[in-house]
């Protein structure tokens, strides 16, 4: 059974960069037809994708968030990471990354929600604050 874990600090200062890590534990972030996401939800807010990473490195990212938003790998560790740039208040939520069978439906239809049901694994999710 794959497990995933996110670990990061839970408080970044405004114009920061967020930095979070997911480590996958009962399967190769490196097997095929794995794709591996991180996906928000704010405070009294619906999820929202942030991007992820297949299992060759390729990498996909929301169009909002794209501009600040780095998804990386290291398959030694069996990890892959979030780094999110010039973070705002409006980035404070809980983060959590996630394993899935390709794309998730929110990555190819336009205003598509993200669902539970897209991902076979989640990770128990972190809370991040952004404050000075």
């Known amino acids: 059974q794959v497990q995933l874990q996110e670990s990061g600090p839970g408080l970044v200062k405004p114009s920061q960069t967020l930095s979070l890590t997911c480590t996958v534990s009962g399967g190769s972030i490196t097997a095929i037809v794995n794709y591996w996401s991180w996906i928000r939800q704010p405070p009294g807010k619906g999820l929202e994708w942030i991007g992820g990473?297949?299992?060759?490195?390729?990498?996909n990212y929301s169009p909002s968030l794209k501009s600040r938003t780095s998804i990386s790998r290291d398959t030694s560790k069996n990890q892959f990471t979030l780094q999110l740039s010039s973070v705002t208040p409006e980035d404070e939520a809980v983060y959590y990354c996630a394993r899935g069978r390709g794309l998730p439906p929110a990555a190819v239809v336009p205003g598509r929600a993200v669902e539970r049901a897209d991902f076979g694994s989640w990770g128990q999710g972190t809370q991040v604050t952004v404050s000075s």
């Open positions: 990473i297949n299992w060759s490195g390729s990498t």
